[in-house]
């Protein structure tokens, strides 16, 4: 796996490289690309397919079929013009010829018709195929943990939805059906063209193996370019998805010329590549068209020959050749079927890269969590971590004591960071009691969102075990850990929905009235004086408001569902100080309610908890009151007061 990371990691590297070292590469684009092209089969990578073909199989053979007879009735059409040339054109029979004429006419009207009855056999449920590899795809990136999203860049992901999809359907509607019909047909022909005429049909064969040979190497050296174009294509994917979303920055810091010099480097190195690619079909068909070309010359004039000699018939002269260029098209396709299967293997290997990718993250917490749960299970009653209920506070139910949220040796390290690099939390040690608010406060970089990741399970922690009313977080399933926690981040981020959507997303079942009261709660009710209120469209990633409106619908939405535990990570930031006043007065309210960890940056922010915890270097190196740490900690007062001097005192 440490191999495609490297791969999927590289287009972010390699967008803002110079054009010499894409140069360098040399032929095939990135080394990534080229391991990724080579040694691998593209049967076996198209096989995996089934799945989703399976569904549809039916009418898909039966398109197959369709197509076979089809084309093989194109294949009887020289040997009514033998019979005509032999026959009727022979004896001068008007008859005759009408006949064949009309013959013809039909045998062209069914192969016609059978061709378009395919077309519309396999349309629709091919259609179906690419949506439900679609929707599966979207799926499970919805559940591959943060870290995965971390790691890879959303062009790639957004190019496999979207291109590569798109590549597999038009491979399953025609080079899969037609390499087997081709195949077929090919066959056939040869079968009619030996019985014709064998010494003829000799000649014809004898580029076969010269082209054998021309494919397979065709095929290992497009591979490779076929993946190079495909992952180039998700990097310029991602570098127009950040420049739209971008576009305030780029305007802002006039980086407009930069930033297109960056991309036509990418897209220069996107048109180089596919020319590599264009230049390999181009020179395949050449040759696929070449040698049948002077196979066929040859028989021609062999044929004429043997014709003069009295040892053929000019009607089976002329059913061979009809028959001979009849095949012409099945093998010329056959150049651009094995691209475009390539293309097929490439887009599926891309497919299933993320498809595979395990859904949970290794748990090393998990063992002690379930041993913790079979104890739980034993005793009958909710584990504690480790101590009492410091605050007294009332069981939630009948067993289970109110223990808040306790951090007991928590130690994180970020999946890709350098192996010799310290972890981000160390040994963190915390206990926020039930009911109670404690703001974390550090310096920037000291691990605080880390830290309020590993509450709903956004990472998973190297060590140690997280606790809610004394549950591990590990042993609680998902959905009732997401309903139990509420998060608001530092950046706020919308959907493509109604103002009233984005907050209801904050729990399962919100009623009109829990909306209201979450607009209420967060200050946000500007969305009342929008022109159609909470049912107004904020526009993709909610641009269309501004940082401090889109920062109270956030909140809007951690609190719409009144959570057990409230994550706020610094959610006052883009305030302006009137309305950061009035969501503090409101958010009090809420915090009276719940038990939470609040990121803060100011004072303001602080004097919203009941306590203090100072995060220093991955560590809670104090807790207390804020007045307490201000009298004790050095670091806090430097930090609250902004005076790095503060500290050195
Ligand atoms: N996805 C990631 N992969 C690797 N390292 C990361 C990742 N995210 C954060 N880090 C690193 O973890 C450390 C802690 O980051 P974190 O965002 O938790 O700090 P913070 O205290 O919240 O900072 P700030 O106050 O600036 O928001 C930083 O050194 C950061 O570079």
């Known amino acids: 796996m440490a191999a495609t990371d490297e791969r999927l990691r590289g287009p972010e590297r390699e967008t803002h490289r110079s054009d010499a070292e894409g140069e360098a590469e040399g032929e095939a684009g990135s080394p990534s690309a080229r391991n990724a092209g080579r040694g691998r089969s593209a049967v076996r990578s198209l096989s995996r397919l089934w799945p989703y073909l399976r569904p549809v199989r039916a009418r898909f053979f039966t398109a197959a079929g369709v197509a076979v007879v089809a084309s093989c009735l194109g294949l009887v059409i020289p040997l009514v013009l033998k019979w005509m040339v032999d026959g009727p054109v022979a004896d001068r029979d008007p008859g005759g010829v ?25 349309g629709r449920p091919l259609a179906a195929v690419e949506a439900s590899m679609r929707t599966d795809l979207y799926r499970h990136l919805q559940r591959l943990p943060v870290s995965f999203h971390d790691r890879w860049s959303s062009g790639q992901l957004l190019s496999r939805a979207t291109t590569d999809l798109m590549l597999l359907r038009m491979f399953l509607a025609f080079p899969l059906t037609f390499l087997v019909v081709n195949g077929v047909t090919v066959l056939a022909g040869f079968a009619i063209l030996f019985a014709q005429q064998w010494t003829l049909g000799l000649v014809l064969l004898l580029p076969a193996v010269p082209l054998v040979v021309l494919c397979s190497v ?19 994917t991602t570098v127009v ?11 802002g810091f006039g980086r407009h010329r930069s930033q297109a010099r960056a991309f036509r480097a990418l897209t220069e190195r996107v048109r180089s590549t596919e020319l590599r690619k264009a230049g390999l079909l181009a020179t395949i068909w050449a040759l696929i068209m070449t040698l049948p070309e002077l196979a066929i010359g040859t028989a021609l004039v062999l044929g004429t020959v043997q014709v003069a000699d009295g040892e053929l018939s000019a009607g089976t002269l002329v059913a061979f050749l009809s028959t001979a260029l009849t095949l012409r098209w099945p093998v010329e396709s056959l150049g651009f079927l094995l691209a475009m299967s390539q293309d097929a293997a490439t887009a599926t290997d891309r497919f299933f890269e993320v498809m595979d990718e395990p859904t949970a993250e ?8 379930a041993a913790q749960q ?39 390290r970020y999946a890709d960071a350098p192996p010799d690099a310290p972890p981000v939390l160390a040994g963190v040690d915390l206990h926020i009691r039930s009911g109670e608010t404690m703001a974390l406060v550090g310096a920037t970089g000291s691990g605080k969102t880390t830290l309020t990741a590993l509450v709903p399970r956004l990472h998973e922690l190297t060590h140690g075990r997280i606790t809610l009313d004394g549950r591990d977080i590990t042993a609680l399933p998902r959905d009732e850990l997401r309903e139990l926690v509420a998060v608001a981040f530092e950046e706020p981020t919308l959907f493509s929905a109604t103002a009233g959507e984005n907050v209801m997303m904050g729990a399962a079942e919100v009623t009109e009235a829990d909306l209201l009261r979450a607009l209420d709660v967060a200050q946000a009710d500007f969305v009342h004086a929008l022109p159609k209120g909470t049912d107004t469209q904020v526009g993709e990633q909610g641009l269309s408001l501004s940082g401090g409106q889109r920062q109270r619908l956030a909140l809007a939405r951690a609190v719409v569902g009144q959570p057990r535990f409230l994550i706020l990570d610094d959610p006052l930031s883009a305030l302006d100080v ?49 007045h307490q740490l201000l009298c004790d900690s050095a670091e806090y007062r430097s930090l609250m007061s902004g005076d790095e001097r503060e500290e050195a005192r």
């Open 241 to 251: 998805e950040e420049g739209v979303l971008g576009v305030r920055i780029v305007k």
């Open 362 to 369: 290794p748990q090393p917490a998990t063992q002690e969590a």
């Open 98 to 122: 009408w006949l064949g004429g009309a013959l013809l006419l039909v045998l062209g009207i069914a192969e016609a018709g059978l061709f378009g009855l395919r077309r519309w056999l396999v």
């Open 218 to 236: 065709f095929e290992t050296r497009y591979a490779v370019v076929a993946r190079a174009v495909q992952d180039q294509t998700g990097d310029l």
């Open 578 to 626: 009137h309305t950061e006043a009035l969501v503090e007065a409101a958010l009090r309210q809420v915090l009276a309610t719940t038990t939470a960890l609040v990121v803060a940056h100011r004072p303001s922010t602080v004097l919203l908890a009941d306590r203090v915890a100072l995060l220093s270097e991955g560590r809670i190196t104090a807790v207390g009151t804020h």
């Open 374 to 412: 079979a104890s739980a299970t034993r005793n009958g009653s909710a584990p504690s971590s480790g101590s009492a209920p410091s605050n007294g506070s009332a069981p939630s139910n009948g067993s289970a004591p109110r223990d808040g949220l306790r951090f007991a040796g928590v130690e994180f």
